[in-house]
């Protein structure tokens, strides 16, 4: 299984992004996919979150994303509007598979740069 982010680059503060993910592979079921963020010098933040439960948000960021899925395509996107310099950082997917094998383990997409100027 592997997941493909991508989607991220620079725009001026006030713009919009939207970053996918795309799984592939031996897959049965994605359970569960989150998005996170990472700067230089910190840990990884969890962004947002989406579960057959609902969706979860960082505080910061609500209002501003959304997380959405779609389980036909095995996609999962995040989309960005107001964006903020502070909201600069690699941008990571993860999820959480059920594989064909029934075995769920989770899984990091490389991540993709998002840049906001001011």
């Known amino acids: 299984v592997q997941l493909q982010a991508s989607g991220g680059g620079m725009v001026q503060a006030g713009g919009s992004l939207r970053l996918s993910c795309v799984a592939s592979g031996s897959i049965s079921s994605i359970d569960v996919m989150g998005w996170y963020r990472q700067v230089p010098g910190k840990e990884r933040e969890l962004v947002a979150i989406?579960?057959?439960?609902?969706?979860n948000y960082e505080d910061s960021v609500k209002g501003r994303f959304t997380i959405s899925r779609n389980n036909a395509k095995n996609t999962g996107y995040l989309n960005m509007n107001s964006l903020k310099p502070e909201d600069t950082a690699i941008y990571y997917c993860?999820?959480?598979?059920?594989?064909?094998?029934?075995?769920?383990?989770?899984?990091w997409g490389l991540g993709t740069q998002v840049t906001v100027s001011s």
């Open positions: 993860r999820a959480w598979i059920t594989t064909m094998s029934d075995k769920t383990e989770d899984y």
């Open positions: 989406i579960s057959g439960g609902g969706t």
